[in-house]
T-cell receptor, first 114, second 115 residues
Framework: GNSVTQMEGPVTLSEEAFLTINCTYT??????LFWYVQYPGEGLQLLLK?????DKGSNKGFEATYRKETTSFHLEKGSVQVSDSAVYFC?????????????FGAGTRLAVHP | DTEVTQTPKHLVMGMTNKKSLKCEQH?????MYWYKQKAKKPPELMFV???????INESVPSRFSPECPNSSLLNLHLHALQPEDSALYLC??????????????FGPGTRLTVL
């Protein structure tokens, strides 16, 4: 079946450190891939997406590349800020059972300290 | 504008109460969703509406009753809930249901506490 696996958190970094959050997926067909971010006490916000192999999604200094050969969509940022502290969800979207289903990973909590 | 709004932000209710959660979007999206999110977990899909008709019910107990009065509004009626139903309830919308490339846009959620 379709699934998403994320690295377990929490990830704790100092401000200006490099961030990588690993995400791998299992899917039939041609899924789209997403990263959502959830700040404390809020809903999910779309961070970036990629809809086909080798696409790179980017937003607010974050980027991720859709790697079909390794079934991965790792999230990276060159220099994190305290304001990036949040939970990050990797997700895939696949047309299944007659509708567009979004499948989430477990989420990775990021804590950035000054 | 990619905004989905939800009211109320917080709700506390007893097990015998009847209450409703509201969701609204003005992006012209034809698909709307209800999710339930427990602490430190990803969202779990509850219901999907497409063109104002219920398309998917993920085996949700009947004490949760969704309603889509028009293409912009989605309600979730609550009755006789249990304390384990306490969670963050998220609404989302997407342009349609027919392609995996569509993005789901989420609202800020309603934090529900059942006493």
């Amino acid at each position: 079946g379709n699934s998403v696996t994320q690295m377990e958190g929490p990830v704790t970094l100092s401000e200006e450190a490099f961030l990588t959050i690993n995400c791998t997926y299992t899917a039939t067909g041609y899924p789209s891939l997403f990263w959502y971010v959830q700040y404390p006490g809020e809903g999910l916000q779309l961070l970036l997406k990629a809809t086909k192999a080798d696409d790179k999604g980017s937003n607010k200094g974050f980027e991720a590349t859709y790697r079909k050969e390794t079934t991965s969509f790792h999230l990276e940022k060159g220099s994190v800020q305290v304001s990036d502290s949040a939970v990050y969800f990797c997700a895939l979207s696949t047309f299944s059972g007659g509708y567009n289903k979004l499948i989430f990973g477990a989420g990775t909590r990021l804590a950035v300290h000054p | 504008d990619t905004e989905v709004t939800q009211t109320p932000k917080h709700l506390v209710m007893g097990m015998t109460n009847k209450k409703s959660l509201k969701c609204e979007q003005h992006m012209g999206h034809r698909a709307m969703y209800w999710y339930k999110q427990k602490a430190k977990k990803p969202p779990e899909l509850m219901f999907v509406y497409s063109y104002e008709k219920l398309s998917i019910n993920e085996s949700v107990p009947s004490r949760f009753s969704p309603e889509c009065p028009n293409s912009s509004l989605l309600n979730l009626h609550l009755h006789a809930l249990q304390p384990e139903d306490s969670a963050l309830y998220l609404c989302a919308s997407s342009p349609g249901l027919q392609t995996s490339t569509d993005t789901q846009y989420f609202g800020p959620g309603t934090r529900l506490t059942v006493l």
